[in-house]
């Protein structure tokens, strides 16, 4: 008797947990769904992202030094999906997927350490347009709804490998208000301002990017942008 009361209390329980797995894989499920669909909804906002094979924005950036901030033009030339070369004041950086360099002004080239090229890479990896036409790569879950700058957005997460990023969502325009994304385990808060249509595509040309204590870490703004423009070198 005691045997069989054993039996059906390890039932009951192997029931519970199996419910619990099965209520929590549906719902899995069900967030992968919802959020697929506002991604879908996101490109079509933005335009044909398909279409384009290379990017060139010129604007200015803007960064914290000690006493203040300074101001530099900044050229950033994007072969999709894996080459970017980053031209401002009297340095050039050069990434091809996983090799970099650093060109000097003379002419001769300087291999970047394994971090810079992962700093800067990770640059191009988190730009929408790529991330847009790498839906696959992705897993895409709906956590909810939340108001960002007094804008009322769907919270996505986005996991690819063993990268994260949460991007929030203006519910009504269906354009990115803001990426959050850690490097070295430092949080980084990516604010898109403005957006301007450009060829059919709507892209951001004013970003800021702050720490979670709202320090700044960069600023730009974007005052030409061209697609699908031949970039010489790559």
């Excluded at 894989?25 to 933005?46: A, H, P, W």
């Excluded at 970099?100 to 002004?105: A, D, E, Q, S």
């Amino acid at each position: 008797m005691k045997i069989i009361k054993l039996v059906c209390i390890i039932f009951l329980i192997s029931v519970a947990l199996v419910s619990d797995e099965f209520g929590e894989y549906k719902l899995g499920e069900k967030q992968q769904f919802e959020g697929s669909k506002i991604f879908d909804e996101i490109v079509r906002s933005i335009g044909n992202v398909d279409q384009i094979k290379t990017i060139r924005t010129n604007g200015t950036a803007n960064q914290p030094i000690e006493f203040g901030t300074i101001s530099f033009p900044v050229q950033v030339e994007v072969q999709l999906p894996g080459k970017l070369r980053i031209k401002f004041k009297d340095k050039e950086f050069i990434i091809d997927n996983d090799n970099g360099w650093l060109k000097y002004p003379q002419g001769f080239y300087e291999n970047l350490p394994e971090e810079y090229i992962n700093a800067i890479s990770g640059n191009l990896n988190r730009n929408f347009i790529l991330i847009a036409q790498s839906k696959t790569d992705y897993e895409i879950k709906l956590l909810g709804e939340k108001t960002i700058l007094e804008r009322e957005c769907y919270e996505l997460e986005l996991v690819k490998n063993d990268s994260k990023l949460t991007l929030f969502v203006d519910i009504e325009k269906k354009l990115p208000v803001q990426m959050i994304y850690l490097i070295d385990a430092k949080q980084i808060i990516r604010t898109y301002i403005d957006y301007k249509t450009v060829d059919g595509i709507q892209y951001p040309i004013h970003t800021i990017s702050t720490d979670s204590d709202n320090n700044l870490i960069s600023e730009i703004e974007i005052e030409k942008v061209e697609f699908n423009v031949k970039i010489e070198g790559f």
